[in-house]
């Protein structure tokens, strides 16, 4: 059984999933069975911990290890050395960059994957509060492509639905940061897969509550669909 924190955190974690109440949370996160393969005691509870950590920071030790080389529970280890758990966001992020080269969009997802396993921010929410939407797509594009799709004004309100928006700053073909009306900010990122294929990361912040937030990650979704159609056309 995970130390009466942990069990909190996932509680609190299947809490904001599944919107239960916090007794029906609980009940539920209790009775997940343990895992018992391979039979050694000491693999099945350090299988156990693992699941906790994917639990914690939303994302699965497949995805994070393939982008990164490391399961969360390893990051978390490598990050405690460092003294991370006394660091504001900026500074984690600035030291998986540094330290063991992850740069862009996964290095700021360990360092928000990392804050939720120690109980530093709830999920989806900021260090400051307020609460965020991200949403990725990848498309059969260059990534010059896809990046002019994002700064030619004129081709970003034909697939955005007419929201007027101020590039704060870009760095073509990279990153982008864009200016709400409500003073919200979406960053975004650009990455190559391909001479013919490319991703594009957003993390739309500064929201004020997490129904604003799940209201934006559809929004973008169904956005970043009209700018699949829009490409394809093209």
């Given amino acids: 059984m ?16 599944t919107g239960e109440a916090y007794t029906a949370a609980r009940s539920q996160v209790m009775r997940k069975p343990r895992v018992t393969r391979p039979s050694s005691t000491g693999a099945a509870a350090a299988a156990t911990e693992r699941m906790d950590y994917q639990a914690l920071a939303g994302m699965s030790d497949a995805a994070i290890k393939a982008k990164t080389g490391c399961t969360w529970e390893r990051w978390t280890r490598s990050l405690d050395h460092h003294g ?8 984690i992020a600035a030291l998986v960059r540094s330290k063991w080269g992850v740069d862009g969009w ?3 997802m360990v360092t928000v994957g990392y804050e939720r396993i120690k109980g530093l921010r709830a999920r989806g929410q900021r260090l400051d509060g307020t609460f965020e939407a991200s949403k990725s797509r990848t498309f059969g594009v260059p990534v010059t492509a896809l990046f002019k ?6 081709v970003r309100r034909r697939w955005l639905g007419g929201v007027e928006v101020r590039v704060r700053t870009a760095t073509a073909p990279k990153s982008m940061r864009l200016g709400w009306s409500d003073g919200s900010i979406v960053a975004v990122w650009f990455t190559a897969k391909g001479p013919a294929r490319s991703t594009v990361a957003v993390a739309h912040t500064r929201l004020p509550d997490r129904r604003t ?4 990650k559809v929004y973008w979704s169904e956005r970043l669909d009209a700018l699949e159609q829009l490409l394809t056309r093209a």
């Fill in 2 to 17: 995970p130390r009466n924190k942990d069990l909190k955190r996932l509680v609190r974690a299947r809490m904001q999933k």
């Fill in 84 to 91: 991370a758990g006394k660091m504001t966001h900026g500074e």
């Fill in 106 to 108: 996964w290095s700021q």
């Fill in 149 to 154: 799709a994002w700064s030619d004004a004129r």
């Fill in 213 to 216: 937030a799940d209201s934006m």
